[in-house]
């Protein structure tokens, strides 16, 4: 929640302003107007009731990000691992499985299992400017 004293006028330089956009119908309610983006961070769903992220959706993210010059950060898949049918190691998945019906499977995992590589790589980028606190200068508790 955003301070009144600070409506109408410049965020102080530590305070980036952000919302969550879980899917196309919840765009208008969260984002009323267009704004240029200068982050994007995506993350599949953790937790109970967590729903599966279809690989596509991130790359397509990612891909719009790259087009247009905006950091792309992938936060993590969430409690659903994405396989491909021809991938013989879901054969040995335990747990739930959601069928894309594309060639796509996503299979409920452990967060951390699940892990947050993208196409083979980590996306951690960035807006310039923006630095990642060392670990001994974060709050502890």
Not at 14 to 28: F, I, Y
Not at 38 to 63: C, F, K, N, Q, T
């Amino acid at each position: 929640m955003v301070p009144p004293v600070w409506w109408g006028q410049r965020f102080p330089a530590n305070v980036w302003l952000g919302t969550s956009v879980e899917d196309q119908p919840e765009r208008p309610l969260r984002l009323r107007r267009p704004m240029p983006l200068s982050w994007v961070i995506v993350g599949g769903e953790s937790g109970p009731g967590a729903r599966p992220m279809h690989p596509y959706w991130a790359r397509s993210l990612r891909d719009q990000c790259e087009a247009g010059g905006v950091p792309f950060f992938f936060k993590q898949w969430g409690s659903w691992s994405p396989v491909q049918k021809s991938d013989a190691t879901m054969m040995a998945a335990t747990g739930r499985v959601w069928d894309w019906t594309d060639g796509w499977l996503s299979v409920s995992a452990d967060k951390h299992a699940a892990g947050r590589v993208l196409d083979g790589r980590v996306w951690d980028e960035m807006p310039m400017g923006a630095e990642v606190p060392a670990a001994e200068d974060l709050p502890h508790g």
